[in-house]
């Protein structure tokens, strides 16, 4: 599985955006996906993560309720929808597959596949 995020941008804090992330390879549909980011500076961060039929959700803490995951396997595709951003929310967004089939990760080690990331600006 190979995967290529879009979708980032400069914003206004309180504005939404919507990323996207394209899958190739047939077999996407048994594997998990999440998003991360980075900030300058910082470590890689979990953002949220998905399951590979899409019915189980799981995000960090300061995104609930502003984030929602999802995906369409027909279409290969994992997308995070992002409202009100705030300027805390700015970093490089990737999105990563898991390792194991039919498995939920829970720690970075158990993705792979990552993208090349998005950049998400949000300005105050």
């Known amino acids: 599985v190979q995967l290529q995020a879009s979708g980032g941008g400069l914003v206004q804090a309180g504005d939404s955006l919507r990323l996207s992330c394209q899958a190739s390879?047939?077999?996407?549909?048994?594997?998990?996906a999440g998003w991360f980011r980075q900030a300058p500076g910082k470590e890689r961060e979990f953002v949220a993560r998905i399951s590979w039929r899409g019915d189980s959700a799981y995000y960090t803490d300061s995104v609930k309720g502003r984030f929602t995951i999802s995906r369409d396997n027909a279409k290969n595709t994992v997308s995070l929808q992002m409202n009100s951003l705030n300027p805390e929310d700015t970093a490089v967004y990737y999105c990563?597959?898991?390792?194991?089939?039919?498995?939920?990760?829970?720690?970075?080690?158990?993705?792979?596949?990552w993208g090349q990331g998005t950049e998400v600006t949000v300005s105050s």
């Open positions: 390879g047939r077999t996407f549909n048994m594997y998990a």
């Open positions: 990563a597959s898991g390792k194991v089939p039919f498995r939920l990760p829970t720690v970075l080690d158990e993705y792979d596949n």
